[in-house]
């Protein structure tokens, strides 16, 4: 098991950036994959993007932030990261951090370990 609290959301104009963190503590970070995903007000929840297991050698991405969105991590400070850029009004959501063992997953019911959300609200 692995703890994780996530930390950058805010208030952003359209066009503007972000970038969120996930800092995990407990079990080997790197033997996790990690996965961004968001939730909108009565919408269910979505993959935003996700990173393979220890250095991070594959990426996938929703084809709505594809181009606009980076993940990454940071194995020695035990931090994924998800850059946005060109944020649209769209993009407006609670976004969790998720990490599982073993390969990356877009499914967010293959990932056990969640942290607590942290709110992106894109408006003018």
């Known amino acids: 098991q692995v703890q994780l609290v996530e930390s950058g959301g805010g208030v952003v104009q359209p066009g503007g950036s972000l970038r969120l963190s996930c800092v995990a503590s407990?079990?080997?970070?790197?033997?996790?994959?990690m996965g961004w995903f968001r939730q909108a007000p009565g919408k269910e929840r979505e993959f935003v993007a996700a990173?393979?297991?220890?250095?991070?050698?594959?990426?996938d991405y929703a084809d709505s932030v594809k181009g606009r969105f980076t993940i990454s991590r940071d194995d020695a400070k035990s931090t994924a990261y998800l850059q946005m850029n060109s944020l649209k009004p769209e993009d407006t959501a609670v976004y969790y951090c998720?990490?599982?063992?073993?390969?990356?997953?877009?499914?967010?019911?293959?990932?056990?370990?969640w942290g607590q959300g942290t709110q992106v609200t894109v408006s003018s």
């Open positions: 998720a990490a599982r063992l073993g390969a990356y997953s877009v499914y967010a019911v293959t990932y056990d370990n």
């Open positions: 407990g079990r080997a970070f790197t033997s996790y994959a």
């Open positions: 990173i393979s297991w220890s250095g991070g050698g594959r990426q």
